[in-house]
């Protein structure tokens, strides 16, 4: 009998020197990315199209947001009953069918549109699928959801070449909503990668208490998002002397370049950009790792000389966290480090020191263990007087962090839930790789070009063996052939209700889910706040063992998606479609009922589904091996 080994699939902690060359000419300077400007009707709008961008002095032709790499900056001042519409065009005017296989092809090789898109709000607790009704205010034109309602924090939605999409989100619809940093950008499955490592995403920055605390309030607000637009990439293409930039002529447009570990780090779309700033300044950085799939351990160390050509590695700077993912911590997080992994956001008040001197913004992989710079910071008392000199108070910011403490609903009985007075284990989210030894071929790069997608129909394989684990999946399962087989949902739960998960990887993942953000409890990491937190991605590796976290699925109920943020193993398949079902519905939590009358979960197996049924005693067994059954898996 063979059995599936229950490890996350990717390399752990992957990734490389960014090989990439200091820009020719003057330095660049940071800016902060421009911000989005609601039109006359109070609408965002962001056009998704082929767009000129120079990279370190070179054109390239890349599908970005309103032409620019971030894409504007989506603020929402401090309010109430806050409503954001945000209008998405897709400017492409036809499909172009891409192959989708990782790199070391341990996937099955999918076929996806690389110009179909959609919009996901990263990190908002809203409405997952259509926005509520309001008097006064129906979704008009084109666009819009079923009933004239505006379309939700919906991944499902796809929108086509050549047409758009009226998203509204209502912030403060479940109480006032955090205030915090976010971040917007495609969700849509099999093209998220190359759409997002194109320079397709922004920051949405939602404002409140956090903004107004002493301290805080007047330090100087740097945005930085990170990209990876893969211009290391053999496969990528700058634009030649004169070629103008259309669909035809896009410098990434393939998957190798999504997955690709060696692109290197850009602030804001430019490389190694300088922060001008004054001595005794509070710097809060805003930081976004809006790219695929490398992780950064970063540091701020100082510089030898005016433009980081060496630095003491010796010496790097204190760094005081005051939120993760657009969440006030309770407690103030002080490392010499902020361990940044695809889809995290990290808020960091720094101080400058109190001469004129040079830092640089470092960004470690443990292929480059010494770092590339990534922004560098002129600290000149030319640049002006400081805005703020003195550091928040650890009590102010804990007064207004989310309680990691309340009265919920567990397992039908009202109770105070903390990470102590819940104990039981509800489900179990194990992401894993396949049995050594059944792994494809590797593809060359130059094979993943274009396809026909009648080709790859997604669907159910009869031949493929049953008791094997395919790549990549989350709890044995993959996205598409779950789909394939027809299950409305695979993770089911009431809404209102608490449920203590239990993580695990054996390499190393971030592990995301939409909407509703979750407590992790208090553990033994060397990279994170290793005390209760909240947050909507964490990191999870073999060597810290399983993670616990508390779920809280407040309000809303509808189907939306968790995975891992490595955004080319969700292409792949590590994905599941979570659905929050109303109390007591049994048509939206159970498939159907057993000779019992018992429910079958929607996130359970049909009866010629042997896989599916495999999967499940791999799950349960996890981390050891499910017990031997010969029905399943034969002799």
């Not at 920055?205 to 903004?211: K, M």
């Not at 399962?477 to 608490?498: K, N, P």
């Not at 964490?538 to 955004?567: M, Y």
């Amino acid at each position: 009998m063979r059995y599936g080994i229950l490890v996350l699939l990717g390399a752990a902690l992957a990734g490389c020197s960014d090989g990439a060359e200091a820009p020719a000419g003057p330095p660049e300077v940071f800016e902060n990315p421009r911000e989005s400007i609601p039109n006359a009707e109070g609408v965002h709008e962001l056009r998704l199209a082929p767009s000129e961008v120079t990279i370190g002095g070179k054109r390239y032709c890349l599908r970005t947001y309103n032409g620019s790499i971030p894409g504007p900056t989506i603020r929402v001042p401090a309010g109430s009953d806050r409503k954001v519409r945000v209008d998405l065009h897709n400017d492409f005017e036809r499909s172009d069918y891409r192959l989708v296989a990782g790199a070391a092809n341990t996937s099955a090789v999918t076929c996806h549109d690389f110009n179909l898109t959609n919009l996901h709000a990263h990190g908002l607790h809203v409405q997952p699928n259509y926005a509520t009704p309001v008097a006064g205010d129906p979704c008009e034109g084109n666009g819009c959801g079923p009933d004239t309602r505006y379309h939700g924090d919906d991944v499902l939605h796809e929108v086509p070449p050549g047409e758009m999409a009226q998203y509204r989100f209502d912030l403060d619809e479940d109480g006032h909503h955090h205030a915090g940093f976010n971040w917007y950008h495609p969700h849509i499955h099999g093209s998220t990668a190359v759409q997002v490592t194109n320079g397709a995403a922004g920051a949405l920055i939602i404002e409140g208490d956090l903004d107004e605390v002493p301290g805080v309030a007047l330090a100087k607000e740097r945005i930085l998002v990170l990209g990876g637009v893969p211009i290391g990439v053999e496969t990528t293409r700058p634009l030649a002397d004169g070629e103008a930039c259309t669909e035809d002529t896009l410098s990434a447009n393939d998957f190798e370049g999504a997955e690709s570990e060696s692109k290197p780090t850009l602030v804001n779309g430019k490389l190694r950009p300088h922060i001008k700033t004054s001595p005794n300044q509070v710097e809060r950085l805003r930081i976004v790792h809006a790219g695929t799939p490398n992780e950064l351990g970063m540091k701020i160390h100082p510089s030898d000389d005016p433009t980081c050509g060496t630095f003491d590695v010796l010496r790097p700077m204190e760094i005081t966290q005051i939120a993760r993912d657009g969440l006030t911590l309770p407690q103030f997080y002080v490392s010499d480090t902020m361990w940044v992994s695809p889809g995290y956001r990290i808020e960091a008040l720094v101080k400058m020191p109190a001469e004129k001197t040079t830092l640089c913004l470092v960004g470690r992989r443990p292929a480059d263990p010494l770092g590339s710079v990534v922004a560098i910071f002129d600290v000149d008392p030319e640049n002006g007087e400081p805005t703020e000199t003195n550091m928040p108070a650890e009590s102010a910011l804990a007064a207004i962090a989310p309680p990691t403490t309340w009265v919920g609903k567990v397992d039908g009985q009202m109770q105070e839930v903390s990470c102590e007075s819940v104990e039981k284990i509800h489900q179990k989210v194990a992401l894993l790789v396949p049995t050594p030894g059944e792994e494809p071929d590797p593809m060359k790069p130059s094979e993943l070009g274009s396809c026909n997608p009648g080709d790859h129909m997604h669907g159910v394989d009869p031949d493929a063996p049953t008791c094997i684990c395919p790549a990549p999946n989350i709890s044995c399962r993959r996205f598409d052939d779950r789909r394939a087989w027809g299950y409305r949902s695979d993770r089911v739960m009431e809404v209102d209700t608490t449920e203590k998960w239990e993580i695990r990887a054996f390499d190393g993942h971030p592990f995301h889910i939409h909407i509703n953000p979750y407590l992790v409890c208090a553990n033994d990491s060397n990279k994170e706040p290793n005390f209760p937190h909240w947050r909507d991605t964490f990191w999870v590796q073999a060597e810290d063992g399983p993670r616990q976290i508390l779920t809280n699925f407040r309000k809303f109920s509808g189907q939306f998606v968790l995975h891992c943020h490595k955004l080319n193993h969700e292409d792949m398949g590590m994905m599941e479609l979570v659905e929050i079902c109303p109390a007591g519905d049994t048509s939206c939590l159970c498939q159907g009922t057993d000779a019992e009358g018992n429910c079958i979960s929607q996130a359970g197996c049909k009866a010629e589904d042997l896989q599916c049924q495999f999967a499940k005693e791999a799950t349960d067994a996890f981390p050891l091996p499910p017990a031997p059954n010969p029905a399943l898996c034969g002799p």
